[in-house]
């Protein structure tokens, strides 16, 4: 069985997952080689030197050369596994800014991290999350959402009992029934 079996072949869910977090892994592949690349800061270093706008040293290169092969690895996988990466990878880009902001202007700013890598972890964070989150979190899925089946697969048994105490457990439309 594959991974991705409870998509339709033609769902454009699929589609989104894939490209968002191939486009957002591709970004954090190319910040972490241009990082590691040229003259750069200690691999601990808290100075750190720009990149893309962006502080960097060797440890935080590193970490998104791997944060972006993960997603890059989600979009090649794709279905449900690029959704549930994105989700996760998203709430970690939030949560690293909140530390980032705290540990800004100190020695214990190990990542190098500066006001715009907190703005851009948060804003990297929650565009990644909503890939993952597209097409699983409404009011309104539509009843071939993949979500939406699996939420509804163990529908409940009709009850049993006398017709009107069963048109109180579950009310509906009428089923006449031969009138």
Known sequence: MKLHDELPVDHRLGTVYRYGAGLCGLFLVVFGILGLTGAHPGFLDTSGKEVIGLSSNGA??????????????????????????????????????????MVLDSSANRLAFHISNVIFSFVFGFVVLTFGMYGRVSSHLPQDNPYWKERHAKAADQPNGPPALVKVLRPGPPKPTGH
């Open 60 to 101: 935080l290169s590193v970490l998104s050369l791997v944060a972006g092969g993960i997603l890059i690895l989600g979009a090649v996988i794709g279905g449900n596994t690029a959704s549930n990466i994105n989700m996760i990878m998203g709430v970690l880009f939030v949560l690293a800014g909140f530390v980032g902001l």
